[in-house]
């Protein structure tokens, strides 16, 4: 239905074009039918023309590096985000990822500007206790007690955020993961038959997502098995701290069972002719959006019992979680895999199918952002 409001602007705020190109255009075509301007703001890459065929407005970002930890740089991006948003004056911002909920947030609270802070997971922060991790903590607590609402993808951060005291309980809300457009994700015919079973990994190749675990138990059942398959589909995050160097990964792959597929915009037909979508991430996630377009085309899922991730999977009824960090427990759940029929594989990936419908459709969370947003426009309005 249209926007009861009358026009207001919306500001979507990442640390990469990429980001918005693979998790947001849905809602911002959900922002553009309730008739909002939408702006989005983000540093420039390779997928900058993705977000002009959008039809929103768009402001680069110059200073926003996300390896960085120079207080200077950062501050430099502070009075960034305060320039760009007093020029376009946005009613309501929605700020994805840590620098921009940090710094975005202050500028946006000195503005008097309504924020939206998005926090998708933990991030590399919080991987290890240590000095990042408090500066990081302080800084949080400094911008998100400034936000109208704090966004969770999974309800373990969202407890982690009300443990260390950074955020209000009526602040919280949690969301089951970004979700995927079930219609675009759904079971497809296969286009390649192999004698054996395929398993896929997709996602950055950072050392945290899993990608050595999974080639080393890939390494270990290529030995007894010369008919399984392992596909790799992502790219070397080179900004990340955890980026897998590219010589270590060449290393790597040179197994033929191993293939390295490079990176794909459109993932639905490896998908499809893949039988189990594999992430032993350690990384702090959300809920993975590859585990989500797995389950939503029908693939059977292995994934680690962590903080997101665990939600994504019911044991034994649509794929099975094993311990952090552990080549040895990987290795033992991809057997298991390759020891069950395809009718097997295909009962679990329609128990998963179901439980993405359920659980997991985007617009479930589409929904609940622009009622969000009107909530807070209509507040803005009465005061």
Known sequence: MPNDLPSYKVALVANSAW????????????????????????????????????????????????????PLK??????????????????VVIQYTIKPNIYGGLAAHRLGIKTISVIPGLGHAFVHKGLLQNITTYLYKKSLRHSSKVIFENNDDRLFFLKK?????????????????????????????????VFLFMGRL????????????????????????????????????????????????????????????????IISDADCVVLPTYYPEGIPRVLQEGMAMEKPIITTDTNGCREAVEAGKNGWLVKPSSADDLYNKMTTVTKLSSDQLLEMGKYGREKAIKEFDERISIERYIDIVKTILSASRTK
């Open 165 to 197: 005291g950074i955020i209000k309980q009526e602040q919280s809300e949690t969301f089951k993961g970004c979700g995927v457009d079930i219609s675009y994700f759904k079971p497809i015919p296969k286009k390649t038959q192999t004698d054996g079973k």
């Open 74 to 91: 950062d501050f430099r991006l502070y009075q960034e985000f305060y320039r760009i948003y007093r020029k376009i004056k946005p009613d």
């Open 206 to 269: 950072i050392l945290e997502k899993g990608i050595r675990e999974f080639v080393e138990a890939a390494n270990r059942i290529a030995m007894n098995d010369s008919t399984a398959q392992f596909w790799i589909i992502g790219h070397i995050d080179e900004e990340n701290p955890s980026a897998v160097p590219k010589a270590d990964f060449l290393k790597w792959i040179a197994h033929p069972q191993i293939k390295y597929l490079g990176f794909k915009d459109d993932v639905r037909q």
């Open 19 to 70: 980001y918005i190109y693979n998790f947001r255009m849905g809602l911002i075509k959900a922002l553009q039918d309730h008739d909002f301007t939408v702006v989005v703001i983000t540093p420039i890459d390779d997928f900058i023309n993705h977000i002009y065929k959008a039809d929103v407005e768009y402001e680069p970002l110059y200073t926003l590096t996300r390896k960085s930890k120079n």
